[in-house]
Structures are given as structure tokens and as C-alpha cells.
């Protein structure tokens, strides 16, 4: 009897960014419409993710929680308004401080070919 082929995910291989000493590298990423951002700590402290609107003129309130020596994926949106813009974020200690002593740490994500029309 033949063996069912397993099923293959049509997303592409996530994007790494890598945190290390509360900075996160590379501080811009690109991932392809509906990607994924893989965030990876190296260090041995929890982190929160706190993402900003398109404007980046406020933040939702809640933050994604990066733990110590783990990682978290964030998924592009599906939704045709959120394709080719950026999201920016910035790291912060889980009592919203900086991520290190030199001030705090974030960056941009480009989500497919990023800002186009006017879109931010």
C-alpha cells in the first residue's frame, strides 16, 4: 500500500533575528508577504517585543515575550492592507526598560517589498 505523502508548509524558512546582549541583529529584517520573523535570544534574561503601528505613532497593548534562551515567531498578516509595509518593535526588559545599559534596542521589519503608495 503507498504511504501518504506528508504535507509541506507553503510558507518559506522564517527569518532570523538574532538577540544577543539586548541588541537585536540584524536590526532590519525583509521576510516576504506573509513570512515569518523568527526572534532568537541568546541571553540568558526575558525580553518583551513591543510592536508599533504602521504610523509608529502607538503601540497595541500587549507585548510578545521573547524568554530567555528561547525564541518566538511572529507571521506576516494575510490581510491585503498589511502587505508591502514595515513594523517596527523595540526590546525591552519585561518592566519596560531598556534591554541594555547603553539604551534600549529595536528595529524594522519589512514585510514584503516594504512601503509602497504612501503605506505607513
Not at 540584524?26 to 521576510?31: G, V, W
Not at 535570544?41 to 507585548?63: F, Q, R, V
Amino acid at each position: 500500500m503507498a504511504q501518504p505523502v506528508p504535507q509541506r508548509s507553503s510558507l518559506a524558512a522564517p527569518v532570523p533575528i538574532t538577540v544577543q546582549n539586548g541588541h537585536a541583529n540584524p536590526n532590519t529584517a525583509t521576510i516576504p508577504s506573509n513570512g515569518q520573523a523568527q526572534f532568537n535570544n541568546l541571553d540568558n534574561s526575558t525580553y518583551l517585543i513591543k510592536l508599533w503601528t504602521k504610523k509608529n505613532d502607538h503601540s497595541p497593548a500587549l507585548c510578545v515575550v521573547l524568554p530567555a534562551d528561547g525564541s518566538v515567531t511572529l507571521q506576516g498578516s494575510p490581510d491585503a492592507d498589511d502587505q508591502n509595509t514595515h513594523c517596527n518593535y523595540n526590546l525591552t526588559t519585561p518592566s519596560g526598560g531598556p534591554t541594555n545599559p547603553t539604551g534600549g534596542d529595536g528595529g524594522v521589519i519589512i514585510i514584503g517589498s516594504g512601503p509602497e503608495g504612501g503605506k505607513r
